[in-house]
């Protein structure tokens, strides 16, 4: 009887309608903070804006499967910085590019 009343429970009701939806409509990326507007019961808002702390670095889904907390980011980032130092400076020159000549055409 339960799973029953669960199936029943997991269907959406005919009074949501997504029809009009915009996925991702109020998407903005944490790096950029964001803002939360809390209604009292009074009648009063609290307005509380969020940013990241200094320092904070936010971690790709796809290396945060190998990285799942800081401790292993930063033994990572101490052996990359071993293995930088090891090895010699290399100094690229850096070529501009040559300015265009726009030839004259005869007249």
Do not use: C, W
């Not at 969020?50 to 290396?63: C, I, N, R, W």
């Not at 400076?89 to 000549?101: E, V």
């Amino acid at each position: 009887m339960k799973t029953n009343k669960k199936k029943k429970n997991e269907e959406m009701r005919s009074e949501y309608d997504f029809s009009k939806a915009e996925r991702g409509k109020f998407y903005r990326p944490l790096s950029k903070g964001y803002t939360t507007h809390v209604k009292k019961a009074d009648g009063t808002v609290v307005v509380n804006h969020y940013t990241l702390s200094e320092g904070t670095v936010l971690l790709a889904p796809d290396v945060l499967e190998y990285f799942p907390d800081s401790e292993s980011v930063n033994e990572a980032l101490r052996s990359l910085i071993k293995l930088m130092d090891k090895m010699p400076a290399r100094k690229y020159k850096q070529h501009k590019p040559s300015a265009f000549q726009v030839a004259e055409g005869k007249r």
